[in-house]
């Protein structure tokens, strides 16, 4: 969430972000919130007068109650009538309160200068130049569906007869590989990374996810649980970066740098017509994320760590990758500058996204009310949040499969994994 004081001090900076972002028709929101806070500073002056010119009365009608000097009863109807004043007061001020709460929770963050202007995924700049392992893949290549069923770790037929499709179901060697990517990157990204682990719940409730920005924005790509009132989590980014809802953290405890593992439910509402076959577009996959809280100035630097964290599980497993600065009409609401990592699929023949890195400077801190006391300072001020995968498993597996394939049909184990899956092939 914004800084209403920015807003209010920086409207143009403001439209000119919605302009970068294709939000234009957001606008009006912009205007509609300054024309709020307008008669919300109004009214709370008004309504301080009003209480301070109460305050005084009440003294005289103290005064004149003590001495028996006159009588106090017309000031007590006039005090009355004051006191109806405020209340009517105080109940419009809830109910602009409210609308401005409702437009800032809309609004997007504000962009780092360094994300490149563009209006979709086509405009994203290359940040670093593509990653490639040779794998010698010098034969006619399947993909990872035929892959899959071939070998039988894969079962996405089974998976729609059970729940729907978009739900995958692993099976033996496949089960095993999965579980074994899974803690692998856990383990690496704790010892070698000095990561927290954390294994938080898969269901999270409305603040939650109001926190970290996927409500009310994305409520339409979130599974809910009437009964309950709990929503399935769409990353663990929403549980995680919720442990320090409501709370004040010492400046020594930053950085904090945790790393989870999670199943990810995601309902995907408007991918009709897109590539959905296999791991390609799932409602359910699992991922490990990385999630950070850093003062402020120190906040780009963890995301180029985050970055490199994510970077490094790929070069540990060998898989072809490369990293993108996403632009200004592709990047998420609520991230002020993130990278995208994507992972090579040789039967695609194209890049599938496997892990996005994020700053979100102060803008889930304010919503989650994160911060922190800063070292010789009384005031308080919010952390900024990160996150980054690290990394999701579904498009990951995809470039794992087509990438370490043989011409007799088998998949080679990265190295890496071998010490968890207790197998060198699957065949």
């Known amino acids: 969430m914004l800084d209403i004081n920015f807003i209010r001090q920086n409207p143009e900076e403001i439209n000119d972000m919605l302009r970068k972002r294709r939000q234009e028709e957001d606008r009006t929101k912009v205007d509609d919130l300054l024309e709020y806070d307008r008669?919300?500073?109004?009214?709370?002056?008004?309504?301080?007068?009003?209480?301070?010119?109460?305050?005084?009365?009440?003294?005289?009608?103290?005064?004149?109650?003590?001495?028996?000097?006159?009588?106090?009863?017309?000031?007590?109807?006039?005090?009355?009538?004051?006191?109806?004043?405020?209340?009517g007061m105080n109940d419009t001020l809830g109910e602009?309160?409210?609308?401005?709460?409702?437009?800032?929770?809309?609004?997007?963050?504000?962009?780092?200068?360094?994300?490149?202007?563009?209006s979709s995924a086509e405009d994203n700049h290359t940040y670093k130049e593509p990653i490639v392992f040779d794998h010698a893949l010098d034969f006619p290549l399947l993909n990872h569906l035929d892959l899959g069923n071939k070998l039988g770790i894969l079962d996405f037929e089974r998976g729609a007869k059970i729940s729907g499709t978009g739900f995958p179901v692993y099976t033996g060697k496949g089960a095993r590989l999965?579980?074994?990517?899974?803690?692998f990157m856990l383990d690496y990204h704790t010892e070698k990374h000095g990561y927290t682990e954390v294994?938080?719940?898969?269901?999270?409730?409305?603040?939650?996810?109001?926190?970290?920005?996927?409500?009310?924005?994305?409520a339409d790509q979130v599974y809910y649980i009437n009964e309950d009132n709990l929503y399935a989590i769409p990353t663990a980014e929403v549980p995680v970066t919720n442990l320090h809802r409501d709370e004040m953290l010492r400046d020594e405890q930053l950085p904090i740098s945790y790393a989870a593992y999670s199943a990810c439910f995601r309902r995907e509402a408007g991918s009709y017509g897109k590539d959905t076959?296999?791991?390609?577009?799932?409602?359910?996959?699992?991922?490990?994320?990385?999630?950070?809280?850093?003062?402020?100035e120190k906040s780009y630097d963890a995301l180029e760590e985050i970055l490199q964290n994510a970077e490094a599980i790929l070069k540990a497993l060998k898989i072809p990758y490369r990293v993108l600065l996403l632009c200004s009409g592709d990047i998420s609401a609520s991230a002020a500058k993130c990278y995208d990592?994507?992972?090579?699929?040789?039967?695609?023949?194209?890049?599938?996204?496997?892990?996005?890195?994020?700053?979100?400077?102060?803008y889930q801190a304010r919503r989650a009310n994160i911060r922190f006391k800063p070292d010789g300072s009384s005031k308080p001020a919010y952390v900024h949040t990160l996150n980054g995968s690290g990394l999701a498993t579904s498009r990951l597996m995809v470039s794992l499969l087509e990438?370490?394939?043989?011409?007799?049909?088998?998949?080679?184990?990265?190295?890496?994994?071998?010490?968890?899956?207790?197998?060198?092939v699957i065949d």
């Open 277 to 296: 076959r296999g791991f390609l577009r799932v409602h359910q996959f699992n991922k490990v994320e990385m999630v950070k809280f850093t003062r402020p």
């Open 178 to 183: 999965e579980r074994a990517l899974l803690n």
């Open 341 to 362: 990592i994507e992972v090579w699929s040789p039967a695609e023949s194209k890049y599938l996204e496997a892990s996005s890195c994020s700053n979100f400077e102060d």
């Open 96 to 118: 602009i309160e409210k609308k401005m709460e409702s437009i800032l929770l809309s609004l997007p963050n504000k962009l780092h200068p360094d994300v490149p202007e563009g």
């Open 39 to 87: 008669r919300r500073r109004e009214l709370i002056k008004e309504s301080d007068e009003l209480k301070a010119l109460r305050n005084r009365v009440s003294k005289d009608i103290a005064v004149i109650k003590r001495t028996g000097q006159g009588s106090a009863e017309d000031l007590i109807r006039e005090m009355k009538e004051v006191a109806d004043k405020i209340a």
């Open 199 to 218: 294994f938080p719940p898969f269901m999270v409730n409305e603040d939650s996810l109001r926190g970290t920005g996927q409500w009310p924005k994305f």
């Open 403 to 424: 990438n370490y394939q043989t011409a007799e049909g088998t998949i080679v184990v990265p190295e890496v994994l071998r010490k968890y899956t207790g197998f060198d």
